[in-house]
């Protein structure tokens, strides 16, 4: 993140790589659930020709793959969970082993999506000669989706069931890492106030008026580094006091929105000014989320 691009730039981008990137996962399965039927034509015709009589078999191979995925999956968590809790013995640290309904949890929710469908629909329809089909390619796609689907299902019906009344371990606190980036922040924003109210005041009548200001800016954020470098119980009421400060600025962002539309329906505001307005609410109520 070079940070170069405007603000406005950088919320509509998000926007458009939203819209692509949900455009392209529809995409993928529109085309799969075209060439569904020959697919799944195409891969009984490849277990009949194995010598499986019952195209049956493909449930099973489905099933295989997906028992075959959590298991290994299972494995490469619980692997990394002891290496993790060895070094941080090493480094003298404690960490509570988790129940094992968490491991298998994890290892469930590991679903397949989009880009195993894409990988698999890049195989190419022949080979190099253009006239021999590629081998098994159908059966391949079925598969990719088989255990997709199947994935899905059950997480679906695993996950609530391995994690009703299950104690999960406390997440990571990142408080101290935010506070260190938001006074950094901070400071650096008072030392470009204090360079720029002398800068835009000198030689002016109203130099005072530059000066009121930022010193009321830099008040600002010097109450945020305050409230950022204070620990402990004073620390936890700071949260708190945010907590509720950021529950009331989103009800009056939500009042002023229902009023701005109540004026443009009762035509006392243009809609050009209303769709402004509307905007600016939309992106501080954003920030506030």
């Keep these: 993140?070079?940070?170069?691009?405007?603000?406005?730039?950088?919320?509509?981008?998000?926007?458009?790589?939203?819209?692509?990137?949900?455009?392209?996962?529809?995409?993928?399965?529109?085309?799969?659930?075209e060439q569904l039927p020959g697919i799944v034509s195409g891969a009984a015709k490849v277990v009949t020709e194995t010598g499986h009589i019952d195209p049956l078999w493909l449930i099973g191979y489905v099933i295989a793959i997906n028992?075959?995925?959590?298991?290994?999956?299972?494995?490469?968590?619980?692997?990394?969970?002891?290496?993790?809790?060895?070094?941080?013995?090493?480094?003298?640290?404690?960490?509570?082993?988790p129940h094992w309904k968490l491991l298998v949890a994890t290892s469930l929710a590991g679903v397949r999506g989009a880009i195993t469908l894409a990988g698999v629909l890049t195989l190419p329809f022949f080979l190099g000669d253009g006239v021999t089909p590629f081998p098994a390619r159908d059966l391949a796609i079925f598969l990719a989706a088989g255990v997709i689907i199947v994935s899905l299902i059950a997480a679906s019906i695993g996950l609530p069931f391995l994690l009703k009344?299950?104690?999960?371990?406390?997440?990571?606190?990142?408080?101290?890492?935010?506070d260190t980036a938001r006074i950094a922040s901070s400071e650096a924003a008072i030392r470009m106030i204090e360079k720029l109210q002398h800068a835009m005041s000198e030689g002016r009548t109203d130099a005072d008026l530059y000066g009121d200001v930022g010193t009321r800016l830099m008040e600002l954020y010097r109450q945020r580094i305050d409230g950022r470098s204070k620990i402990g119980d004073e620390a936890e009421q700071v949260r708190r006091m945010e907590d509720v400060d950021k529950r009331l600025r989103l009800a009056a962002l939500r009042a002023e929105r229902d009023e701005i539309f109540r004026l443009s329906r009762a035509r006392k505001v243009s809609e050009e000014i209303a769709r402004k307005l509307i905007r600016e609410i939309d992106l501080a109520e954003a920030r506030y989320s």
């Design 1 to 33: 993140m070079r940070g170069q691009a405007l603000a406005i730039t950088r919320v509509r981008r998000n926007a458009v790589w939203d819209t692509v990137q949900f455009a392209l996962n529809g995409t993928m399965f529109v085309l799969l659930g």
């Design 67 to 97: 028992v075959a995925l959590a298991i290994l999956r299972f494995a490469w968590v619980w692997v990394s969970l002891h290496f993790t809790m060895f070094r941080a013995a090493r480094r003298g640290q404690q960490i509570r082993r």
């Design 165 to 178: 009344n299950l104690e999960l371990p406390p997440e990571p606190d990142h408080h101290k890492e935010e």
